[in-house]
């Protein structure tokens, strides 16, 4: 008998029929001794519809409330799951996100979990009944209700499969795995039987939609084994776990992120701690930076790029507009037609010529690399959009076969 | 500066312009120096809607489960309408059954508040914060979600008025005040400048539709000021008040209250405890049960006929269905094509020709009395459904000039 998390996102619950679906399937994995937690999102269009109910009132909507409104779709979906396993004879129960032990910080909309006190569901499975948490939402220390931001689902299941030591966090999904390539865009992209947490780490933080790269940083922290499978068809998904046999591949995958903007900061005064306050204005509005590049200097100034998520290109403009007259600095310029290409694998360690392959193949393609960046096992290269897609394919046809 | 709580039913906020008409109300009542505290309904038809995606899914579905589920609907209200205030740069917080201390007893879809912990809302307060509640709903000591049933938020907000020591209580609605009698069928019906607690009682107990009962009893109790009025005209509206000048005017109001059914058991042995037993039975199922009658008694068997609320008359029948044959009890028969008729009025106890008038009227109509219930201050009859709304209008017109 163990003890297994499987999550389910929006499209696997979106209607009548979806919802019992998932519905067997969580009644089978019961039906075979195990004890059984159930993460889920809201369903569908849900949150979108919610979205612009609040744009319907306002476009600058206050966080905190934006929570209170999207935090009820995955009770929805929590209420209706636990009436349909009712209906096949299971016993169920629904638990929101501060009734599960969500302890958050702070922060609405982008919140972290701090603490996840455990007690309520384990009293509940103790009663033998699939325990049905709602994803992505939590309670702050003012008894407000936070949400975890995008993929928080994912991060909720992880959450709850590190604190319970459960053997299994299954992420159901629409896809039946990992593969070397978004199949939709490259036709020759394989399934992954097995990736490592920092392959899967690259791979989701270069814009692989299929496992949030929050969660994974988590199941690597606590050793959860995950599996990522499909809630349509019941096949065997792709394992992610600590250690990975060597399998002769030297790449497990080809990601595109085309959510992303350059911003480029001209003139900024050569003083110590410059460049320090640019970046911490920009952390303090929440917005992450990647990729920083920053020229040699001419004169007493020096030219500065890097990365924002595409949807924080804006707030990342006016914030520096700001900024920079203040410093005496020059001109911003923001390019949100651009793209991002990464090949991953713990094969690039310890093959030099990964590098040298990758940026051949751009260029016999005819693609201009803007902006390079690398990890132990990843290589990023800043395209123009237009280029993305056959980047990624030619790079997938140069790498795996 | 005085403390006013408003409530705001499903029609009055159930679109972005009700909810900005809603706002303003608010904003204006604010201005005007008051502190204010809103308790808000789900949006027009979106309880329904919960519902339906429930039936979708079973006809049965688990109380518990359906109070997560129908609990959304006012959080997403009470979310829209802070950011609504926000616009019009009114502070507001919106606060969940739950997080503004409602504690009910365990008892799903018809929870009693068991007490109301005001502190999180007297500390929004102490903040210039409008405080925006969500109506119907608490949580047990379970530390489940629970809703109060129907007419909820009614009920919602006069307890926040009566442990706030509010100064008065407005119950926004789509009528302007209270009538003597539905102004949909009465042409003649007058609307009322005050009323007391114990006639508004009688009158919402008796299908009154525009106050629930349980809210004014809890008024009456706690002697909170109430106030029936419109929120789409702004015009003074209806009074509740504890003790009411006479203004000569026997009967406040007629009511009608088809959302009944009698039912009838033949046959009860006629033995001590044996009523007791078969109430006790339906209070279990809590299913309530109004004006008894028991047959005198042929041999050692009587039968008893009584009235339960439309929506119980099939749990009803077979909770008896089921009793009947273990005490060699008889028959039991459902008449759903019933309506209840109610004159009200405080005049009722020092007036003794208003029985005998009433009676007249409906003999003159042709109209059968198939039972009859009084109190001091009302009277009602048993009617079949068909004439009642011609009865409603006779003894309108025989009673209020």
């Not at 979108?48 to 966080?63: G, V, Y």
Request: overall charge negative; hydrophobic content about 45%; proline content about 2%.
């Amino acid at each position: 008998m163990a003890l297994i998390v499987q999550k389910f996102g929006g499209t696997s619950v979106a209607n009548r029929d979806r919802l019992f679906n998932v519905a067997r399937i969580v009644a089978t994995t019961r039906a075979e001794g195990n004890d059984v937690v159930v993460v889920v999102s809201a369903q569908g269009d849900t949150t979108d519809d919610l979205i612009e109910k609040a744009n319907e009132i306002t476009h600058t909507p206050s966080k905190r409330e934006m929570d209170m409104l999207l935090s009820t779709g995955e009770q929805i979906t929590i209420a209706l799951l636990a009436m349909a396993l009712d209906t096949m004879g299971v016993a169920a129960i629904s638990l929101t996100g501060w009734q599960a032990g969500f302890h958050t910080s702070t922060t609405h909309t982008k919140a972290r979990i701090r603490d996840l006190d455990t007690e309520r569901i384990e009293n509940e499975l103790s009663k033998n009944r699939v325990v049905i948490v709602a994803g992505f939402q939590g309670i702050n220390r003012n008894e407000d209700i936070t949400t975890l931001g995008r993929g928080g689902s994912d991060t909720s299941a992880v959450a709850i499969a590190a604190a319970l030591r459960a053997d299994l966090c299954q992420i159901y999904t629409d896809v039946d795995g990992v593969y070397t390539a978004d199949p939709r865009l490259v036709p020759h992209a394989r399934k992954l039987d097995v990736i490592s947490f920092d392959e899967m780490l690259e791979l989701a933080s270069q814009g692989a939609q299929v496992l949030n790269n929050r969660s994974v940083e988590l199941a690597k922290k606590y050793a959860v084994n995950l599996e990522v499978r499909s809630s349509l068809a019941n096949v065997p998904g792709t394992k992610v776990k600590e250690v990975v046999p060597m399998e002769g591949m030297l790449i497990k995958g080809v990601a595109k992120d085309a959510d992303i903007a350059t911003v480029s900061v001209f003139s900024v005064p050569d003083k110590p701690g410059m460049s320090f306050k640019l970046f911490s204005l920009l952390a303090q509005k929440k917005i992450n930076v990647d990729i920083i590049l920053q020229s040699s200097g001419r004169g007493d100034c020096r030219d500065i790029i890097f990365l924002v998520p595409l949807a924080d290109a804006d707030a990342a403009l006016s914030t520096l507009e700001e900024y920079m007259p203040t410093i005496g600095g020059g001109q911003i310029v923001v390019d949100k037609d651009v793209a991002k290409v990464s090949v991953v694998g713990a094969g690039i360690q310890s093959h030099s010529g990964v590098a040298a392959k990758l940026f051949e193949t751009l260029y016999e393609e005819n693609i201009n690399i803007r902006m390079i960046s690398t990890s132990e096992i990843r290589i990023s290269v800043i395209i123009a959009k237009e280029d993305a897609d056959r980047a990624v394919n030619a790079v997938h046809d140069a790498f795996i076969h």
